[in-house]
């Protein structure tokens, strides 16, 4: 099946400091990918789409000026956290589509802000 | 609105068969997913089942499709200890792979030796 990774799986940072995290798909070509963000115990929550050479759709309610999203091509996508707080602790998911029906999951990375 | 519902938790023993129910409420659904969760990492696609179907046997994995009660089920038999994950169903509105997934708040099924 399509393998979507993430790097880095794992990273503490200061508060007040910038963070990217990468997603890419490993063997195909994602013209979209989704950005997630899961609390504790909770569901996924969609923050932004991310369509390769133009802007990310971001949903209500996040921020597009603190979570950067940059899709520059069609295997890599870009969420950068920028002056990060303890509240933005939390693990963040991509996914990438592969055809027409599914949606293949990143194994996540999980930030931890200080 | 547009919820998906799920209980919170399931415990079953090994061997026997897990039923993980999922209730959404938008009609317009198109495809309905089950995705498994295991500590720390990211989801796994187990299986999707198209709307206007009823059933889907994938090995032990048998999705159930109710569309006029807009209730969607996930049977795992012979359930074994690797099988404790959380477990999320999602939906997805309209024929575009882009369209957004909605997911359930996920089910921590807990398989006893």
């Known amino acids: 099946g399509a393998v979507v990774s993430q790097h880095p799986s794992r990273v503490i940072c200061k508060s007040g400091t910038s963070v990217k995290i990468e997603c890419r798909s490993l063997?195909?070509?994602?013209?979209?990918m989704f950005w997630y963000r899961q609390f504790p115990k909770k569901s996924l929550m969609l923050m932004a789409t991310s369509n390769e050479g133009s802007k990310a759709t971001y949903e209500q309610g996040v921020e597009k000026d603190k979570f950067l999203i940059n899709h520059a091509s069609l295997t890599l996508s870009t969420l950068t956290v920028t002056s990060a707080h303890p509240e933005d602790s939390s693990f963040y998911i991509c996914s990438a589509i592969s055809g027409a029906y599914e949606q293949y999951f990143g194994p996540g990375t999980r930030l931890t802000v200080t | 609105g547009e919820d998906v519902e799920q209980s919170l938790f399931l415990s079953v023993r090994e061997g026997d068969s897990s039923v993980i129910n999922c209730t959404y409420t938008d009609s317009s659904s198109t495809y309905l997913y089950w995705y498994k969760q295991e500590p720390g990492a990211g989801l796994q696609l187990l299986t999707y089942?198209?709307?206007?179907?009823d059933m889907k046997q994938d090995q032990r994995l048998t999705v159930l499709l109710n569309k006029k009660d807009k209730h969607l089920s996930l049977r795992i038999a012979d359930t074994q200890t690797g099988d404790s994950a959380i477990y999320f169903c999602a939906e997805r509105r309209g024929n575009n792979a882009g369209n957004m997934l909605t997911f359930g708040g996920g089910t921590r099924l807990m398989v006893k030796p």
């Open positions: 063997d195909f070509q994602a013209t979209t």
């Open positions: 089942i198209f709307s206007n179907m």
